[in-house]
């Protein structure tokens, strides 16, 4: 699913806030967020975009990043999220602490990994974001029924349950202050100290 329109602002907000020039995401799809991303890091800034699959962005999302001038600013990666984060934070990579934004949309099942990498990938004052975090209220039922799933769920138990566990780990978490934003389907909120 593609970004929630009540959540561009929200995204926006967060970006300018932490003066963000290089942010990092995995889940590219439509395109949009990464669009937002790049229109709040400005010409001189840094977008890296991360699917699986790559030809989404060549229908979707390339045509808008042309059309709004911040194609240039972009730089699509066909990989494995979370391997790509790890690539990326290991020591001879050189980017641990060099992002001011990571965001996880994709592979909601992975999500504490994702957590522990994107810490280590953003800088002091940095964020690491994680969308749909509440999951249409699954991640909610799935702590009620004991943390393994929701029954009937559709087989979001997995995900809901690892999306409940990382809010919950952030929550208690002394290397960052959250929030949950309640917009579209939530956004948790990680700065980091
Ligand atoms: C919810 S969509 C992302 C929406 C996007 N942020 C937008 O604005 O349109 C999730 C995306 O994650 C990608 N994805 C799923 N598993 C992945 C993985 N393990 N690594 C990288 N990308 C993955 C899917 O191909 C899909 O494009």
Redesign the pocket.
């Known amino acids: 699913?593609?970004?929630p329109a009540a959540q561009v602002p929200v995204l926006t907000l967060l970006a300018r806030a932490v003066r963000a020039r290089r942010a990092l995401?995995?889940?590219?799809?439509?395109?949009?967020?990464?669009l937002v991303w790049a229109a709040a890091v400005g010409p001189a800034g840094t977008v890296v975009t991360?699917?699986?699959?790559g030809d989404?962005v060549a229908r979707l999302g390339a045509a808008a990043w042309a059309a709004a001038g911040v194609d240039a600013v972009i730089d699509v990666v066909t990989?494995?999220?979370?391997a790509e984060l790890f690539r990326r934070a290991a020591a001879a990579a050189g980017e641990a602490g060099a992002w001011d934004v990571v965001y996880v949309?994709?592979?909601k099942g992975r999500v504490g990994a994702y957590y522990e990498v994107g810490l280590a990938l953003v800088r002091p004052g940095g964020l690491v974001l994680i969308d749909d975090i509440t999951w249409s209220g699954r991640a909610t039922a799935a702590a009620a029924a004991g943390g393994g799933g929701v029954a009937g769920g559709g087989g979001g138990g997995e995900e809901a349950a690892a999306l409940r566990a990382v809010a919950e780990r952030a929550a208690a978490d002394p290397r960052v202050v959250t929030m949950t934003v309640v917009a579209g389907d939530g956004l948790l909120v990680a700065l980091k100290l």
């Open positions: 699913m593609a970004l995401e995995v889940g590219t799809f439509t395109g949009l967020s990464a991360v699917d699986a699959v989404g990989a494995d999220g979370l949309d994709a592979a």
